[in-house]
């Protein structure tokens, strides 16, 4: 149990070295998760002007971040939002899941603006840098004929990017997409089929550069 020591002083010193100002700003941290479902833990941060949707069950481990604008929406039922130690998704970003889920594993960031679609699953390793404004999408419209596409069915299909990937800014990885361990994406590339561990590809579609 923690015993607070008398000074009303904002840095006054509790035994264990808390300060009464950090205990504060905890507290405050605790209030804001609560009012979107979230339980925040040691050192995470979810911001005030993040929104969430209820049917997004949406948990975060330690030092995980969730900034400003970032938006997470839901469908009819329950979604799946999952951020490990130290990992971020920046502001304003969008994170669509319906009832699908995203997983991301520790020390990975999806950067300013990035959109994620997750409805068909969207599973991000650890050490993963998503360059801002990229798209990562699980799922996709048909175009079967000459039908109109916005009455056609969509498709979808799990993306899965391994351990240590980098995708550059404003890219765009398709539904079904597996980005191996280590690989780069370019900047402005367009990804559509697999990209093998350490490779580097990039272009619209993305072609191989080399390997690493
Ligand atoms: C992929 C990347 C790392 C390659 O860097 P590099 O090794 O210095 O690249 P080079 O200039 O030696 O180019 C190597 C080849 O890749 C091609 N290439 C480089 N960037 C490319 C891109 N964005 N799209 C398509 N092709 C690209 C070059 O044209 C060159 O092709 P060539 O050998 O046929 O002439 C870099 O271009 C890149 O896109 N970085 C991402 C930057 C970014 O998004 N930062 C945001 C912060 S997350």
Known sequence: MIAYAASGSDHTETEDGTTMANMARHVVKKLIGLTKGIRVPHRAFVSPFASVERRVKVTIEPGARI????????????????????SAIESGCVVRVLDGELTVGEDSTLNYGAIVYGEAGVRIGSRVLIGN????????????????????????????IEDDVWI???????????????????????????????AVV???????????
Not at 202 to 212: N, Q, S
């Open 67 to 86: 900034g400003r604008g970032t938006r997470i929406i839901g469908g009819d039922t329950m979604g799946r939002v999952h951020l490990g130690e130290r």
């Open 133 to 160: 404004h990229s798209l990562i999408s699980s799922v996709d419209h048909t175009w079967e004929g000459r039908g109109s596409v916005f009455l056609q069915p969509m498709r979808e299909a799990p993306v899965v």
């Open 168 to 198: 550059g800014a404003y890219s765009a990885v398709l539904a079904g997409v597996h980005i191996g361990e280590g690989a780069i994406v370019a900047s402005h590339s367009l990804v559509r089929e697999d990209v093998p561990p350490y």
């Open 202 to 212: 990039g272009g619209t579609p993305a072609k191989l550069i080399r390997y690493r």
